[in-house]
């Protein structure tokens, strides 16, 4: 149902997304069936603004962490936000969501206002190939890849936006390795920054696949 909720309160809590269960954000509690929900009118909110109000310092280090899934687990209809870590550090990747070796199904999401030190502000991807499909990454940072991070795996976008991310390198998509491949579709990438260079996408030795 619309409202707000946190994973937890420890910093470093996580939700977690499991095969074969679909997690449907927009109800108003009124609905018989699943689509009459509107994710637009009805916000639900995954939110790592944890502790006190209006300081980063506290908040969730990582609000998804997701390990060994495949596409039958899938998150539809939410806002992911307020993911904060300080840390640089292998392991402290993916603030709004972290895929290890795992490749859910992705729907009508927003990752926003996700800041973290390290790589993958909105989304950390290793080794996984998850599919998103109607996403809005919004004011997301990291060092690379302020909206989406790839190390290993070929990632899908379909009709998704990324606006107003930062990062030293590649303000929207940053990959490593030669077997990343980001796969963008119909989508929209606008004023994102990247410090140094690269403002959109950044590539190191990986390759995006951009269409439409």
């Not at 806002?79 to 603030?95: K, L, M, P, T």
């Not at 991310?165 to 077997?179: E, K």
């Amino acid at each position: 149902a619309a409202g707000t909720y946190k994973p937890g309160t420890a910093r470093t809590d996580a939700f977690v997304m499991k095969n074969g269960v679909g997690i449907y954000g927009g109800f108003n509690g009124t609905e018989t069936q699943r689509s009459g929900r509107n994710w637009t009118t009805n916000v639900s909110t995954l939110s790592g603004d944890i502790g006190t109000v209006g300081n980063n310092s506290d908040n969730s280090k990582r609000i998804i962490y997701n390990s060994n899934l495949d596409n039958t687990a899938v998150l539809d209809g939410f806002i992911i936000r307020d993911a904060y870590n300080e840390v640089f550090f292998a392991g402290e990747q993916g603030g709004g969501m972290r895929n290890n070796n795992a490749s859910p199904t992705i729907v009508n999401c927003i990752f926003r206002n996700n800041n973290i030190a390290f790589h993958g502000g909105g989304v950390s991807n290793d080794n996984s190939s998850p599919a998103f499909t109607n996403c809005l990454f919004l004011n997301n940072a990291a060092s690379q890849g302020g909206a989406v991070r790839t190390q290993g795996g070929s990632p899908t976008f379909m009709n998704c936006t990324f606006f107003g991310n930062t990062a030293s390198l590649g303000g929207a998509i940053g990959g490593n390795f030669s077997s990343t491949n980001h796969i963008v579709t119909n989508c929209i990438i606008w004023g994102n920054t990247g410090t140094n260079g690269n403002n959109s996408i950044f590539n190191n030795q990986s390759v995006s696949t951009i269409t439409y």
